[in-house]
């Protein structure tokens, strides 16, 4: 049987996720990862993981070409922006992850929102681009108390500031505004959308779509849904493939977004996109919105769906890559997940780094996932970003959330997590929310 040289881009718990899933697969694989740090995880799993820039395209070029490599992986969106898919491609690699061209879904919200406007897909909300002050506080007044202003590019979710949350008056988001246009960059002011968020992700070969099951995460810092916004602290999904707070309808509004979405920039850009096209939704009284798109496995939300997933990660890789992803099966086990991450002290405006955790005490290896880690000393120490993340996978979220708060609550260290993900109350509070609204 060949084997198959595969390279996975990026080295966090997204991408730790990714290489299980390979190593999970009956193909004989050889596993290689380029790395912006070391990954203990990935590098158990792997023939060799090398730390290098890997935003860099001719640098992954490379190495994959010393290595062989025929499938690539990119995890996270700085080397799509960067065009690390469209060398590969050009250089014969088959490649999971949107040129850059494609890319721009995720990495400019204005391209987004006018080709959403052009195909009229439904979900968008009244927005408007700006380049200066010129409107500015005339479209703020025709939204009213409800607007976003959205940084025009990639900020890891930092660009984005929401009325009544981070900006409290027109003046306040004027301000921001005016922030922005000093440092030259362009902005989108939008209608802000009132409902209950989730994830939908499908993998994409260029035409077809196999969606996977939709996740909620849990972007504040604290329990309650406080405190500042982070990548993330948690996700669950449910055993039926929804949420708690959804119904049918909201499911299939979600998928036929992401099927026009895919139609729509196979259209504008003449080539079809080639990966994880995953939409960051609103559901709300007047149905699904979409808040973003996202051209990438969500983390944490790919710990969720790859540990639900049955079928062949790399035979659904090399569909997407080769365009017959109609020629195969996809599917889910039928349970419920909860993931939590443990992230250090302080995070995620001054988080304490180079200190030592002790992963030992977790009873099942196979539900952790490293992320910001390193070595000091011999031990392992947390780098000040998400540390490790666990997963429960069970029949029902109550029993997951168990499995993740035990194993989680084990983890030693200058660390903490938010203990109410998963939990039933909080889980409540989204479908009165949702109730209260429809
Ligand atoms: P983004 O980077 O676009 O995902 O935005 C980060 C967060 O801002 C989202 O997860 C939402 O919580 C919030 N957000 C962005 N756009 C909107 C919107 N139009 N209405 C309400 N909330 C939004
Ligand atoms: N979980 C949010 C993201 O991956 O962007």
Redesign the pocket.
């Known amino acids: 049987m060949l084997i198959n040289k595969i390279l996975v881009v990026g080295s966090g718990a997204r991408e730790h996720a990714i290489v299980k899933a390979i190593d999970r697969s009956k193909h004989r694989n050889e596993i290689y990862c380029a790395a912006s740090s070391f990954n203990p995880g990935i590098s158990e799993l792997s023939n060799e993981l090398i730390i290098l820039d890997i935003n860099n395209p001719d640098i992954i070029v490379k190495y994959a070409n010393e290595k062989n490599i025929s499938l690539c992986i990119i995890g996270p969106e700085n080397p799509l922006s960067n065009g690390v898919a469209d060398a590969l491609s050009n250089d014969g690699v088959k490649v999971v992850g949107p040129k850059k061209e494609l890319a721009m879904l995720e990495t400019s ?1 204005a391209f987004t929102r006018d080709l959403l406007n052009e195909y009229k897909i439904p979900g968008s ?1 009244i927005y408007s681009r700006f380049k200066n002050l010129k409107g500015v506080s005339t479209f703020l007044k025709k939204l009213g108390e ?1 607007y ?1 202003v ?1 940084y025009d590019g990639l ?1 890891g ?1 930092k ?2 500031k ?1 009325s009544g949350e981070h900006l409290h008056s027109h003046s306040e988001a004027i301000d921001y505004c005016n922030f922005l246009i000093k440092q030259n960059n362009e902005f989108v002011i ?5 409902g209950e ?1 989730f994830s939908l992700m499908s993998f994409c070969d260029g035409k077809t779509l196999k969606h996977m099951p939709v996740v909620q ?1 849990h ?1 504040r810092a604290y329990e309650g849904d406080t405190g500042p ?1 982070t990548g993330g602290m948690g996700t669950y999904t449910d055993k039926d493939h929804s949420l708690p707070f959804l119904n049918k309808k909201d499911l299939k509004e979600a998928r036929d977004i992401n099927i026009a979405t895919s139609k729509a920039i196979k259209n504008k850009c003449g080539k079809g996109f080639k990966g994880v096209l995953y939409g ?1 939704f ?1 559901a709300t009284s007047s149905g699904v ?1 979409l ?2 798109y996202n051209a990438r496995f969500g983390d944490p939300e790919a710990m969720n769906v790859l540990s639900l997933l049955e079928s062949d990660f790399v035979e659904i890789c090399i569909a997407i890559a080769e365009g017959t992803l109609n020629e195969i099966d996809v599917s889910f086990q039928k349970k419920a997940t909860v993931c939590k991450y443990a992230v250090p002290e302080g995070y995620p405006d001054n988080p304490v780094k180079g200190e030592p955790i002790d992963v030992s005490s977790i009873d099942n290896s196979d539900t952790l996932f490293f992320a910001s880690v390193d070595y000091k000393n011999a031990s392992l120490v947390e780098s000040g970003s998400r540390t490790v993340a666990v997963i429960g996978v069970a029949n029902s979220i109550a029993e997951a959330e168990t499995i993740a708060e035990k194993e989680i609550s084990s983890i030693k260290g200058p660390l903490f997590h938010r203990s109410d993900i998963g939990k039933k109350s909080l889980i409540q509070k989204r479908i009165d929310h949702m109730m209260l609204l429809r």
Do not use: S
Not at 190 to 194: H, P, S, T, V, Y
């Open positions: 919200k909300p409800n976003v959205k900020a979710g660009g984005v929401v939008e209608e802000k959308f009132i968020e995460d972007k916004n960051g609103m919105k808040i973003e």
